[in-house]
């Protein structure tokens, strides 16, 4: 699975490494963040998401509540 992937930096500008193993290089997905009251109305579109952000190496996922940005290209 160590193939692609990108770079990323958090908000703050800080690289972003996997806290598992150290790699660099991240697929980037999303999560949707459930709530009960909106699941119990049948409402879950309305609930916020997070970045995830999934190691190339180990597969570790990271979750972030606010947008990592992309640094760098696959390689």
């Known amino acids: 699975m160590t193939d692609g992937g990108k770079r990323y930096k958090s908000r703050a500008g800080k690289p972003i490494a996997c806290v598992h193993c150290g790699h660099d290089r991240f697929v980037e997905g999303r999560a949707l ?10 409402l879950d579109w309305l609930n ?6 999934t190691c190339t190496a180990c597969g570790y996922i990271h979750w ?3 947008k990592a940005r992309e640094i760098g290209g696959s390689k």
């Open 33 to 42: 963040l459930n709530t009960r009251g909106f699941s119990f109305f049948d």
């Open 64 to 66: 972030f509540a606010q």
């Open 48 to 53: 916020r998401d997070a970045m995830t952000l």
